[in-house]
């Protein structure tokens, strides 16, 4: 094959191709893929950073391993384009996060090379090992497994069960750590320090220099390597090594720290530790952006930063002339900041998402207030539950599909205990470009089923402030119920959002428009896509009257008497699933009165939708503006009332 600077790239349409190259020209292979990867996501937008941090590795993996027979198990996923690229995705990786197109994230159903569908972090551990298991009980003892996580991922207690487990078994596991001191903002915790202090200290250094000149050794050993690795475990039996080293403590061979961007020394290093039987760890060193100057300096701007100028490396925003909305997300943020000024009891909480959710406004106003810890969903709700038995008001905020982790916890720690935490709920309903994964389908349903528990959501930014105003107001927080708003990704509707704060009454619900005919029922910022129905039916002479729940839990009952002794036609819509959400507590209302009407609900049905911009998904989902107007125009031409049988 004919080996020209620039087209390598091109030549390769499965990692067997890969596989095929000769070693020396991989160099050249990282440097086109790191290429390719800046082109499109500057382009094409998408994640960055992570994946330009892991080409070499991701090379190195896909060369020495038989991918897809070996599995390669890739934790979050959203540093996996490179993986993606080298697997026969190239050509269409363009449509990579669009409507139809390829997914952010290693999909099962997308390829065979994408050995676990994943998204959220700190599961490939896990799925590792259930496949290694497995490889053992069907005899495939040549199969490899291969998870590679990030520092930040294995701050997640399901990192650590996955060890544990891992530690007590003999099963081929090979665990990459890909330690860049990153999470999506700088990482935290005592991990991060403990990593920080094994890769920098010289006492340990020295121990571990020893360790590589004895595995340096080992390239060509073949199976003897097994017999090496048990004179250097035993020659080290007593060292700093052993006795420090908290992989090995659980059991894991530790390796490294490496260089991870080292791409000939990865390839050697992965080579040997085929030979190395057992559950074992691999420390690599990386730099999250690698290869891209600005994102190496800002990191956590260019873990998503959007479309931006290649060559300037300046990100391309929109421009507008006037004001627009802002974010939710920001509006929690500042809001909060407000609120805790005037209440010294009030704390923030999150997750691993500093600048997603906004926390670090506060974070960066109260330092000591406001807690970032780690990906850690589960933690993060029993800890704020902690600070609650302690009078704390606790705001913890965690996007909505993140809080599925933590569902036992908002029942065992929280509600059974009646402790009022307030949970803010960021990326609810339809996340969209992330996908399944990402989507906040649920946490109308989940949350709604749990006593002790209110749940509300505001159609716009004002509502959002006087919610979490009346959320930590004394009235609420002596009830005893903990607190859930959920609101969606991006904009809101109001540019000029600061509002003075008033209280909310609890399970109080609002007319919108008056009408009559059909009555729309909406929860959330959805009821704005209502607002332009509305304002499209009446050209029609439809004049639906709308009103906003508000509250998913309690609900208004008196106004749902007020709806259903005026209105036989109901339609219902939520930016969430339609099993046991909004629309099936009005049905559970309806029939628990004895009322008849017609109701029709449009929300989430009961399967996966994949990722796309969010309004393409509601359109998907008919509960855009023109699937609600649709949906009136059935309910007003409809019979009146419902057949008996
Ligand atoms: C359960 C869960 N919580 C939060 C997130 C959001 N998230 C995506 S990537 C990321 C940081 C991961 O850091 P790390 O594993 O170190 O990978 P890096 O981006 O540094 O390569 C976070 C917090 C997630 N995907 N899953």
Same mark, same amino acid.
């Given at each position: 094959m004919l080996i020209t600077p620039g087209n390598l790239l091109a030549t390769i349409d499965s990692p067997d191709h890969l596989r095929h190259l000769d070693r020396t020209v991989l160099p050249q292979v990282c440097n086109e893929l790191r290429q390719f990867i800046i082109d499109n996501v500057s382009v094409y937008g998408g994640h960055f950073g992570a994946s330009l941090g892991v080409v070499e590795l991701t090379v190195a993996l896909h060369y020495v391993f038989n991918t897809p027979d070996d599995q390669l198990i890739w934790d979050v996923g959203h540093q996996a384009y490179g993986h993606k690229i080298l697997t026969g995705r190239r050509d269409q990786f363009h449509t990579n996060r669009f409507y139809g197109g390829l997914s952010g994230f290693p999909k099962r159903k997308e390829s065979p090379y994408d050995a676990f569908g994943v998204g959220h972090s700190s599961t490939s551990i896990s799925a590792a090992l259930g496949m290694a298991v497995s490889s053992q009980l069907q005899q495939q003892l040549q199969r490899h497994h291969i998870a590679v996580i990030g520092d930040g991922a294995m701050t997640a207690g399901l990192a650590f069960e996955g060890m544990n487990h891992a530690g007590a078994t003999n099963s081929n596991l090979l665990i990459i %750590?890909? !330690?860049?001191?990153?999470? &999506?903002d700088p990482n935290v915790g005592a991990l991060k320090e403990y990593l920080t202090d094994i890769t920098t200290s010289p006492t340990y250094n020295k121990v571990k220099d020893e360790v590589w000149n004895l595995l340096g050794k080992m390239s060509g050993f073949g199976k003897s390597a097994q017999e090496i690795v048990s004179k250097i475990e035993s020659g080290l039996k007593a060292s700093l090594l052993k006795q420090s080293n908290l992989f090995e403590s659980l059991h894991l061979r530790y390796f490294g720290? &490496? !260089?991870?961007?080292?791409i000939d020394h990865l390839v050697s290093v992965l080579n040997d530790l085929?030979? &190395?039987?057992?559950p074992k760890l691999l420390h690599c060193l990386t730099v999250k952006g690698k290869g891209y100057g600005p994102a190496e300096k800002d990191q956590t701007k260019w873990h998503a930063p959007g %479309?931006? !100028?290649?060559?300037?490396?300046e990100i391309k925003k929109k421009v507008y002339d006037k004001p627009q909305p802002p974010k939710y997300q920001d509006v929690f943020g500042h809001t909060l900041v407000e609120l805790a000024e005037k209440n010294d009891k009030i704390v923030g909480v999150t997750p691993a998402m500093p600048s997603g959710s906004s926390m670090n406004i506060m974070m960066k106003a109260m330092p000591q207030r406001a807690f970032d810890v780690g990906i850690a969903e589960q933690h993060a709700v029993t800890f704020s539950a902690g600070m609650a038995t302690q009078g704390q008001v606790v705001f913890c905020n965690i996007y909505s599909t993140f809080m599925q982790r933590a569902y036992d916890q908002v029942i065992h720690d929280v509600c059974i205990q009646e402790l009022p935490v307030v949970f803010c709920l960021d990326r609810a309903g339809f996340a969209g470009a992330d996908g399944p994964t990402h989507h906040g389908a649920y946490d109308l349903a989940f949350m709604r089923c749990v006593p002790n528990m209110i749940v509300a959501s505001p159609m716009n930014e004002q509502e959002l402030r006087n919610l979490m105003f009346t959320a930590q107001s004394d009235t609420v927080q002596q009830g005893k119920c903990a607190f859930t708003i959920r609101y969606p990704r991006g904009e809101g509707v109001m540019p000029n959002w600061r509002t003075p704060l008033e209280a909310v009454e609890v399970g109080k619900g609002r007319l919108i428009r008056d009408g009559e005919g059909v009555a729309i029922l909406t929860i959330g910022p959805i009821g704005n896509y209502a607002i332009q129905a509305c304002e499209a039916l009446e050209k029609e002479g439809l004049r639906p009257a709308h009103y906003d %729940?508000?509250?998913?839990?309690?609900?208004d009952e008196a106004m749902l008497h007020t709806i259903f002794r005026r209105f036989d036609k109901v339609l219902t819509v939520e930016d969430g699933c339609l099993v046991g959400g909004v629309g099936s507590a009005v049905l559970e209302f309806m029939a628990d009165h004895g009322y008849q009407a017609r109701v029709k609900r449009l929300g989430i049905p009961d399967t996966i939708i994949e990722h796309g911009e969010q309004l393409e998904l509601h359109r998907e989902c008919g509960f855009d503006p023109e699937g609600i107007a649709q949906a009136v125009r059935e309910l007003a031409y409809a019979e009146r009332t419902v057949a008996l049988a």
């Open positions: %750590l890909n !330690d860049n001191c990153m999470s &999506i720290p &490496i !260089d991870g961007h080292d085929k030979d &190395i039987p057992g %479309l931006f !100028d290649k060559v300037t490396g %729940l508000r509250f998913a839990k309690p609900l």
